[in-house]
């Protein structure tokens, strides 16, 4: 069974630095065709795609954002972090991390229940 | 980046009424297209992957199709669990670009 469980602070301040975990079971991100992404939804709005990174390392950023993003991972602990520089208040929302199967069409078949954060002085 | 464009934005329908909900790409993703459902307070689930496959577990009545630029998600007999919003995702390039969502509601 596959699961995902993101955790991190409910509660930054606008400029300081996000850093948020992935923690993941029944899958390897050891295995060919693996990857794990962040996605991300303001309250009342659409899913926003964030980062990704493949079993082989390879990272992929949102366009606009990729200055204030990082994503690693951590194969021993099955986790992969995010990192998000400069917080705003518009960066409020539910972050989410998913599961990418290339072989499924590379989408996301697996999500985590996602944390909601909160930007605010 | 591409975009991805659905419509309606929302739409109302009764139970067992047949629904249609379609999703532009601004270029070709060839085949990379899915199809997710949204309900308040909860992570997306993946209903359709790569335009048509159904993922496992999803009931039969969706269904995806199309290529290229051209996707659609159809629900064939609506159920009371349905009503929730859904979303169309390239994953053709990164990023991995979604649409604004449907929201589909009782009428």
């Known amino acids: 069974q596959v699961t995902l469980r993101e955790s991190g602070p409910a509660l930054v301040k606008p400029t300081q630095t996000l850093t948020l975990t992935c923690t993941f079971s029944g899958f390897s991100l050891n295995t060919s065709g693996m990857c794990v992404s962040w996605i991300r939804q303001p309250p009342g709005k659409a899913l926003e795609w964030l980062a990704r990174?493949?079993?082989?390392?390879?990272?992929y950023y949102s366009t606009s954002l990729m200055t204030r993003l990082t994503i690693s991972k951590d194969t021993s602990k099955n986790q992969v972090v995010l990192t998000m520089t400069n917080m705003d208040p518009v960066d409020t929302g539910t972050y989410y991390c998913?599961?990418?199967?290339?072989?499924?069409?590379?989408?996301?078949?697996?999500w985590g229940q996602g944390t909601l954060v909160t930007v605010s002085s | 980046d591409i975009q991805m464009t659905q419509s309606p934005s929302s739409l109302s329908a009764s139970v067992g009424d047949r629904v249609t909900i379609t999703c532009r790409a601004s270029?070709?993703?060839?085949?990379?297209s899915n199809w997710y459902q949204q309900k308040p307070g909860k992570a997306p689930k993946l209903l359709i992957y790569a335009a048509s496959s159904l993922q496992s577990g999803v009931p039969s009545r969706f269904s995806g199709s199309g290529s290229g630029t051209d996707f659609t998600l159809t629900i064939s007999s609506l159920q009371p669990e349905d009503f929730a919003t859904y979303y169309c995702q390239q994953s053709y390039s990164p990023p991995y670009t979604f649409g604004q969502g449907t929201k589909l509601e009782i009428k």
């Open positions: 990174i493949d079993w082989d390392d390879d990272k």
């Open positions: 270029q070709s993703v060839t085949s990379y």
């Open positions: 998913a599961r990418i199967r290339a072989a499924a069409g590379a989408s996301s078949d697996s």
